[in-house]
């Protein structure tokens, strides 16, 4: 159990344009899902939590405007880069905690955004 | 002082050794540790979840966590080449809060 899937699994976009990033709970619901960002050997920075029926939380630094999180079911979230640049390209990473004590946060496979 | 501390490495070992990676926490209210796997360019792959002390054994892997010393450790028997990843240690205090993350161990096992 405790499946997630993220899609699409890489890419490439043209500067300005907007990109969306889906991540999918496959076999449980998932009231919070994380999003995440990872530069190459690097670890995971957190970008925001994105909470069901309600307004993301974004950790500091991140642009609210430039990232858009919504989370519109128990099984879905989406995070889309508006207007991106190529200091955008990055790993994109989604994660969200089992319906069940015992499970832990599992990760999507990534997103790997290029923008030319 | 950082809430989890890893070694980031890189550690090498021949074929066949038994792994040691190990993180430190600092805070003790800390009851839930996960280690995951990541390879190059793929999400962390979850390997191993436990509550509070004790050890905990799956296949080659076995967690182990001692909370009065605020150790945590990841044990891998007949490493295999395959191992060949980082691995992260990660913690969180109530469910629905974000997981803390040390940078990550990035381990090579030599053929």
């Known amino acids: 159990g405790a499946v997630v899937s993220q899609h699409p699994s890489w890419v490439i976009c043209k500067s300005g344009t907007s990109v969306k990033i889906e991540c999918r709970s496959l076999d449980f619901q998932a009231t919070t899902m994380f999003w995440y960002r990872q530069f190459p050997k690097q670890s995971l920075m957190l970008m925001a939590t994105s909470n069901e029926g309600s307004k993301a939380t974004y950790e500091q630094g991140v642009e609210k405007d430039k990232f858009l999180i919504n989370h519109a079911s128990l099984t879905l979230s989406t995070l889309t880069v508006t207007s991106a640049h190529p200091e955008d390209s990055s790993f994109y990473i989604c994660?969200?905690?089992?319906?069940?004590?015992?499970?832990?946060?599992?990760f999507g496979s990534g997103t790997r955004l290029t923008v030319v | 002082q950082k809430e989890v501390e890893q070694d980031p490495g890189p550690l090498s070992v021949p074929e066949g050794a038994i792994v040691s990676l190990n993180c430190t926490y600092s805070n003790s209210a800390f009851q839930y540790f996960m280690w995951y796997r990541q390879y190059s360019r793929k999400g962390p792959e979850l390997l191993m979840y436990t509550y509070s002390s004790g050890n905990k054994e799956d296949g080659r892997f076995t967690a182990q966590v001692d909370k009065s010393s605020k150790y945590i450790s990841l044990f891998i028997r007949d490493s295999q080449p395959s191992d060949s990843a980082t691995y992260l240690c990660a913690t969180f205090l109530n469910r629905d809060d974000k997981i803390i993350f040390g940078k990550g161990t990035r381990l090579h096992i030599l053929p």
């Open positions: 994660s969200a905690g089992g319906d069940r004590e015992e499970h832990g946060y599992t």
